[in-house]
T-cell receptor
C-alpha cells in the first residue's frame, strides 16, 4: 500500500515564526504536491514537484517555499507565518504514466497561527 | 483555467439508499480522479478514471470525456460512506489537478 506521511497532525505557531511541514512517501513517486484546504474554498495547490530539486508554483504560492532534496521527501516552508495561513495542509504524491497518475494523500496537518 | 462543477452540493440519505454524484468540467482532460474525504480529513482515492467505467465493490464511476462529465455511483449506502466526495481533473498539458468544491454526503442510520 502507498503510504504518505506528514510530520504533524496538529501544529500551533506564532505570527512571524518559520514553519516547516514535512511530507514523506514510500512509493518511489516522481510527483509530490502541497495543497491547502479552507472552508468554502476547497483544495488549492500551493506548489508541486515532478523531480528532485525541481519545483513548480501552483495556484497560491505567495508566502510559501518548498524544498525537495530527496525523491521521497517534500517540505513546505512558511518563512514568516501569518494568521491567514491558518489552514489544513495536505501533501500528496503520484507516479507518472501507465495509469500511475493516481494521487495519494497524507493525513493532513492542521496549522493554527496565533 | 478549467472549471469543475459538482452536484449536488449536499445530499442526505438513509442507510441502504443509492446515490449518484455528478462532476462537470469545462475542457478536455487526460486525468480525472474521484476522492472521498472522511470526517477526520483523510482523502482517499476512489477512482482514476479519465474515460470509461470502473467498479469497486458498491462504488462505480463512469466518465464520458467527449461530453465532459463523470458520475460516481454509490449503492446500498452505509454510514461509513458519509463525508465529502471530490472530483479532480487535469487539463491536457497542465500537470496539476483542479478540484471541484465537493459533494457532502450524509448517510443516516
Amino acid at each position: 500500500d502507498v503510504k504518505v506521511t506528514q510530520s504533524s497532525r496538529y501544529l500551533v505557531k506564532r505570527t512571524g515564526e518559520k514553519v516547516f511541514l514535512e511530507c514523506v512517501q514510500d512509493m518511489d513517486h516522481e510527483n509530490m504536491f502541497w495543497y491547502r484546504q479552507d472552508p468554502g474554498l476547497g483544495l488549492r495547490l500551493i506548489y508541486f514537484s515532478y523531480d528532485v530539486k525541481m519545483k513548480e508554483k501552483g495556484d497560491i504560492p505567495e508566502g510559501y517555499s518548498v524544498s525537495r532534496e530527496k525523491k521521497e521527501r517534500f517540505s513546505l516552508i512558511l518563512e514568516s507565518a501569518s494568521t491567514n495561513q491558518t489552514s489544513m495542509y495536505l501533501c500528496a504524491s503520484s507516479g507518472t504514466g501507465g495509469g500511475r497518475e493516481t494521487q495519494y494523500f497524507g493525513p493532513g496537518t492542521r496549522l493554527l497561527v496565533l | 483555467g478549467i472549471q469543475v462543477e459538482q452536484s449536488p452540493p449536499d445530499l442526505i440519505l438513509q442507510e441502504g439508499a443509492n446515490s449518484t454524484l455528478r462532476c462537470n468540467f469545462s475542457d478536455s482532460v487526460n486525468n480525472l480522479q474521484w476522492f472521498h474525504q472522511n470526517p477526520w480529513g483523510q482523502l482517499i482515492n476512489l477512482f482514476y478514471i479519465p474515460s470509461g467505467t470502473k467498479q469497486n465493490g458498491r462504488l462505480s464511476a463512469t466518465t464520458v470525456a467527449t461530453e465532459r462529465y463523470s458520475l460516481l455511483y454509490i449503492s446500498s449506502s452505509q454510514t461509513t460512506d458519509s463525508g465529502v466526495y471530490f472530483c479532480a481533473v487535469e487539463r491536457r498539458g497542465a500537470q496539476k489537478l483542479v478540484f471541484g468544491q465537493g459533494t457532502r454526503l450524509t448517510i443516516n442510520p
